[in-house]
């Protein structure tokens, strides 16, 4: 393969929308099978969602396996809402339709998001479920209709197309079939996943802690891990909830030794543009902030001064 066709089928087609990761990643390739995970209630389906929306220049099939139908409507025309009208209104609020809501300016969100999605196929799971077979058949029929990206949140939801083998089995089957539709299609797939409990000790999530298969890793180019900064959130009583996210394998670079804490901002409902960077050991167990000096660093400064 030349070096014009293997960059071809590279292409950078999209981006996250959290400014950490598309500075470090550059942004979303075509060729990309990229694995998301993070604990229930971490923010699976708002990294999912923030960046469907963020491609929405593009054609992107959103397989919402977890959501109800209207969900991701409802939540962007609220953050729309709260753009254009000061007045705070919680979203449960907003939902149900209480509180002194201005017409006029909700008209105006719904007429947003409608244009912001037009370029969005969502797809909800079924009351019969959703197997191997429904995916195969919707990533067929959306990308030979010219879907540039798929989203699945999350893969978890799917259900075990072959009840004589274990679970693991069967989401390896799916990784497997997922990889080789994505290899004839040449489009990047983003995936959702659950992450168990994991141990008290542990700031950041590991590459082992995904449920069940490690295939989910293995077959997987890049894998990103969110995690709640309980200590800060635990002890903090603001709307900003902070967010640990960190790249734990780049098929590009290998694996980073760094991590940012980013704030979700609760009353818009968006990770904020800024964030802090922290060194990270493999176990995620200890972090420091970078440019924080080593103690041997100092000790070595301290006898240069101690000599002059």
């Not at 994991?198 to 590459?207: A, F, H, R, S």
């Not at 967010?243 to 940012?260: A, E, L, P, Q």
């Not at 979700?264 to 050991?281: A, G, L, R, S, V």
Request: aromatic share 10%.
């Amino acid at each position: 393969m030349s070096l014009n066709e293997y960059r071809n089928n590279n292409k950078l087609i999209g981006k996250y929308g959290l400014k950490y990761l598309d500075r470090d990643l550059k942004g979303i390739l075509s060729s990309e099978l990229i694995l998301i995970g993070a604990r229930s209630g971490a923010g699976k389906t708002s990294i999912a969602n923030n960046i469907a929306i963020e491609n929405n220049d593009k054609k992107i099939v959103l397989l919402s396996l977890e959501n109800y139908e209207g969900d991701l409507f409802i939540s962007e025309v609220y953050k729309e809402y709260r753009r254009i009208n000061r007045y705070y209104l919680t979203f449960r609020d907003f939902i149900i339709g209480s509180g002194n809501i201005n017409v006029k300016d909700e008209n105006t969100a719904k007429q947003i998001v409608s244009d912001k999605l037009k370029n969005i196929t969502i797809i909800p799971r079924k009351a019969s479920g959703f197997g191997i077979k429904d995916m195969s058949k919707v990533f067929i029929e959306q990308a030979r209709c010219g879907a540039e990206m798929f989203i699945m949140d999350h893969i978890d939801y799917f259900d075990m197309h072959n009840p004589k083998a274990n679970e693991n089995q069967n989401i390896s089957d799916i990784m497997r079939e997922i990889r080789q539709l994505q290899n004839v299609y040449k489009v990047p797939v983003i995936l959702i996943s659950h992450l168990k409990k994991g141990i008290k000790e542990t700031i950041v999530p590991t590459l082992e802690d995904f449920m069940g298969t490690s295939n989910k890793v293995k077959e997987a180019t890049t894998v990103i891990l969110f995690a709640p900064d309980d200590e800060k959130n635990s002890t903090e009583d603001s709307h900003i909830k902070r967010t640990w996210v960190c790249i734990r394998k780049d098929r590009f670079g290998g694996y980073s030794n760094k991590v940012c804490n980013v704030g979700f901002d609760t009353k818009i409902m968006q990770y904020e543009n800024t964030f802090e960077e922290y060194h990270i050991n493999y176990w995620g167990t200890k972090v420091k902030p970078i440019g924080q000096e080593s103690e041997y660093k100092k000790r070595i400064e301290s006898l240069k001064t101690k000599r002059t």
